[in-house]
């Protein structure tokens, strides 16, 4: 937290090729958090067991090429634990750390890519039950208080406006998300938190799966 401060104050290659010493610092207690976020999670899903720290962190460089913010680096560091790896389109156990009250946990699909979308909307309209129980769970009320994401104005395509599960077939993503402030990430429960958030989450992200098989 103290690096990231810094470096939102400092955003520039010259101070951070000053400070390379402090960033591996932070970026290696970064790692040693997600591995042990990893065993804590792979007690309850076994499928992000083999999942490695180093490949579940996203890049502090920013791709500046199509943004008017030109700042060289991202002032957070992110975490996302999924089958496969963080790139493989399956539900995510998502980590991020930002000072100022800008720190999450969440969970789910975000943004998925058409025909992924299309086959969730399908699941939700074949069976609705299940997601229903899952986020009517009151482990995921209690972490997440509803189902998150962007959705439609309208209908999507296919569907009916007056379908009995219309809102949920509106939503672009399908995710749990729960801020956290800087008094909960320095705490020392934070493992232990963040785990339990991805357990209540588990549910959303096993329905997600068969969704998208």
Avoid: C
Avoid at 88 to 116: C, D, K, R, W
Wanted: charge should be neutral.
């Amino acid at each position: 937290m103290a690096f990231l401060r810094q470096l939102n104050q400092n955003n520039s290659k010259e101070w951070m090729d000053e400070n390379k010493p402090l960033y591996q610092e932070a970026k290696q207690e970064f790692l040693e958090f997600v591995a042990q976020v990893t065993t804590e999670v792979s007690k309850f899903d076994p499928t992000i067991e083999s999942a490695e720290p180093k490949k579940s962190i996203f890049r502090i460089n920013r791709d500046v090429r199509f943004s008017k913010n030109k700042s060289p680096y991202k002032n957070n560091f992110g975490m996302a634990l999924a089958e496969g790896g963080r790139n493989s389109g399956n539900p995510i156990y998502y980590f991020h750390l930002q000072p100022h009250g800008e720190s999450m946990v969440a969970g789910g699909i975000y943004q998925p890519e058409t025909e992924v979308l299309k086959k969730i909307r399908q699941e939700i309209d074949y069976n609705p039950h299940d997601l229903k129980a899952v986020i009517e769970k009151r482990a995921f009320r209690e972490e997440f208080g509803a189902l998150a994401g962007e959705k439609l104005k309208l209908a999507p395509k296919g569907y009916p406006k007056d379908h009995p599960n219309i809102e949920l077939l509106r939503h672009k993503s399908f995710v749990g998300v729960r801020q956290l402030n800087d008094q909960q990430i320095t705490s020392s429960s934070l493992i232990l938190d963040v785990s339990k958030a991805f357990e209540a989450v588990y549910p959303l992200n096993q329905y997600l799966s068969v969704a998208i098989s």
